[in-house]
């Protein structure tokens, strides 16, 4: 079982920066891929990037590709998106979710999700 708890969102200027962060409870996160999806007002949800657990390989949406980067540190059972250069067409809530398989983009696959963060981006 594992609870996943998103932080680090908040309100940028468009060319500004944010780290957002998924917390993990459980003794074998380092077991699990983590991804994070976002949803816009009135948009479909969304994939924007993977971080896989066998050898925590990335991928990432090519709409985020270049500007956001992924990474985990099992030791503190923490997931980081590092986001820069930021567009208002980033705005959405960012959450995060966790499975027991390798890295997907299909949002079904995956079991545990936190409760989100806003991320705004102000032109």
């Known amino acids: 079982q594992v609870q996943l708890v998103e932080s680090g969102g908040g309100l940028v200027q468009a060319g500004g920066s944010l780290r957002l962060s998924c917390a993990a409870s459980?003794?074998?996160?380092?077991?699990?891929?983590v991804t994070w999806f976002r949803q816009a007002p009135g948009k479909e949800q969304e994939f924007v990037a993977t971080?896989?657990?066998?050898?925590?390989?990335?991928y990432y949406a090519d709409s985020v590709k270049a500007r956001f980067t992924l990474s985990r540190d099992n030791a503190k059972n923490m997931v980081y998106l590092q986001m820069n250069s930021l567009k208002p067409e980033d705005t959405a809530v960012y959450v995060c979710?966790?499975?027991?398989?390798?890295?997907?983009?299909?949002?079904?696959?995956?079991?545990?999700w936190g409760q989100g963060t806003q991320v705004t981006v102000s032109s």
């Open positions: 979710a966790a499975s027991r398989g390798t890295a997907s983009r299909d949002p079904s696959l995956y079991g545990y």
């Open positions: 971080i896989n657990w066998v050898d925590s390989t990335t």
């Open positions: 459980g003794r074998t996160f380092s077991t699990y891929t």
